[in-house]
């Protein structure tokens, strides 16, 4: 057959693993995207989640100093009544303050914990979520060069088996 033909079926299946390849790389670069995106989210959430368990610590901390404070505001009220404060029901009630108090400042340190394990839990269900979203981008550009193969492969074929190629190849076709 005559050169233009070849010279344009060549063209042609160039041009076809060409924009095979351009889509390839563009799925690859929202991958890659895609991956320093939940990379700054892994960070921002760890920070979050440490940040809420210091918050916890210091507010745990901060009730213990104010339990101590009316315990001992107690202690003073109650000997400055003339009670024993080591005893009976003085005793009694330093020890109720301080129990309370424990609890609450235990509570504390428990809803910061949560927290942090709620950013913790939430970042990981996003993580895997965008996992998926880049193996499905990952897969989409090799399934693009996979199709633009397939697409270069069948227009040589049927260039070939109508001769375009010349009558050696178109030969070898049949």
Known sequence: MC???????VVGMAFQMYQGQQQAQQY??????????QRNNNIMAERAAQDAEQRGRREEAL??????????????????????????????????????????????RDNAQREAYGV?????AQRAESQGRVYGLKNKASSSLISAATSVGKSAYSHGKSGTFGKTVSGWLN
């Open 3 to 9: 050169g233009p033909q070849v010279a344009l079926a």
């Open 28 to 37: 690859e670069q929202q991958a890659k995207y895609e991956e320093a995106v």
């Open 63 to 108: 009730k213990r100093m104010q339990i101590s404070q009316e315990v001992g505001s107690a202690k003073s009220a109650l000997a400055g009544s003339g009670f024993d404060v080591n005893t009976g029901s003085a005793l009694t009630k330093q020890s109720d303050i301080a129990a309370m108090g424990e609890v609450e400042a235990l509570t504390i």
């Open 120 to 124: 913790r839990t939430g970042n990981a």
